[in-house]
């Protein structure tokens, strides 16, 4: 079983950045593919990204050039890092692996406002 929690989340002004981290023990080996979705208030939880064990990255197309993901298998991480904040990215972030299972962290607020 693998388990996850996320961190680096909590409040930056518009147009700053942020870096989320999402540190996974237990079963690491069997992580196929580790990614980020993100739930604003009101709203259903989308997918921001992907990255697999090959380093092979997927983004949704709304995040495409603000958003980075990054996996850093040694340390058993995946990183998201966040530029050019809008207010409307204010949301819980979660992090997720599939594994033999798909795991999901505790998630992480992000608010983005002055």
């Known amino acids: 079983q693998v388990q996850l929690v996320e961190s680096g989340g909590g409040l930056v002004q518009p147009g700053g950045s942020l870096r989320l981290s999402c540190a996974a023990s237990g079963s690491i080996s069997t992580i196929q593919v580790m990614g980020w979705h993100r739930r604003a208030p009101g709203k259903e939880r989308e997918w921001i990204a992907s990255v697999s064990n090959a380093g092979h990255t997927d983004y949704a197309d709304s995040f495409k050039g603000r958003f980075i993901i990054s996996r850093d298998i040694a340390k058993n991480e995946v990183v998201l890092q966040m530029d050019s904040l809008k207010p409307e990215d204010t949301a819980v972030y979660y992090c997720?692996?599939?594994?033999?299972?798909?795991?999901w962290g505790r998630g992480i607020p992000v608010t983005v406002s002055s």
């Open positions: 997720n692996a599939i594994a033999t299972q798909v795991t």
